[in-house]
Antibody, heavy 121, light 110 residues
Framework: EMQLVESGGGLVQPGGSLRLSCAAS????????MHWVRQAPGKGLVWVSR????????NYADSVKGRFTISRDNAKNTLHLQMNSLRAEDTAVYYC??????????????WGQGTMVSVSS | QSVLTQPPSVSAAPGQRVTISCSGS????????VSWYQQLPGTAPKLLIY???KRPSGIPDRFSGSKSGTSATLGITGLQTGDEADYYC???????????FGGGTKVTVL
């Protein structure tokens, strides 16, 4: 079964850091672009970042650029999101998701269960 | 406020049909494929429609998608209580080089 399992969420103070992880199983992880999408409480989906299969290409939403870093370890089938200088507005459930292997740049066929990040003093 | 505009809510009686619109611009919907996601309460999103009108394996044909110009539409026929969820459109924006999602539409079965 193809699966994504996030971990690493929690409560952190403003200005603090957190590292999220996403463990992939059931598919050839290195063949896929991987993304992070977040959802603030009661709000909609917001794209955060993406990384290519070989880890060489990455893009970020303007709201996190310079503060968040996406990375991957293909040997361990794991995706990461290093979040620094966290703000209250970063409070959200963070989902990792797999982009389909062909064509369209924004089609996500597998999603993790999400991990909650709360930024508060 | 999202770049892709969806109505906040739609509703209909069981067995009826609802449509959800998603409006964008030439840099996103106008020149890229649209996908749709269903998010049941307390769960992760699930892919419903991709490439404007294709359904992944296991998605019933009660769900359909279409696109015209800079707008896309999700249709749900034979509405069921289990369809009560939030629905999101998504696409790539060529100018911004980002993924965009609509603000989401809550479907209520009366």
């Amino acid at each position: 079964e193809m699966q994504l399992v996030e971990s690493g969420g929690g409560l952190v103070q403003p200005g603090g850091s957190l590292r999220l992880s996403c463990a992939a199983s059931g598919f050839t992880f290195s063949n896929y672009w991987m993304h992070w999408v977040r959802q603030a409480p009661g709000k909609g989906l917001v794209w955060v970042s993406r990384i290519g299969g070989d880890g060489q290409s990455a893009n970020y939403a303007d709201s996190v650029k310079g503060r968040f870093t996406i990375s991957r370890d293909n040997a361990k089938n794991t995706l990461h999101l290093q979040m620094n200088s966290l703000r209250a507005e970063d409070t959200a459930v963070y989902y990792c998701t797999r982009k389909i292997s062909w064509g369209s740049l924004a089609v996500f066929d597998i999603w993790g269960q999400g991990t909650m990040v709360s930024v508060s003093s | 406020q999202s770049v892709l505009t969806q109505p906040p809510s739609v509703s209909a009686a069981p067995g009826q049909r609802v449509t959800i619109s998603c409006s964008g611009s030439n840099s996103n919907i106008g020149n890229n494929y649209v996908s749709w996601y269903q998010q049941l309460p307390g769960t992760a999103p699930k892919l419903l429609i991709y490439d404007n009108n294709k359904r992944p394996s296991g998605i019933p044909d009660r769900f359909s998608g279409s696109k015209s110009g800079t707008s896309a539409t999700l249709g749900i026929t034979g509405l069921q209580t289990g369809d009560e969820a939030d629905y999101y459109c998504g696409t790539w924006d060529t100018s911004l080089s980002v993924v965009l999602f609509g603000g989401g539409t809550k479907v209520t079965v009366l």
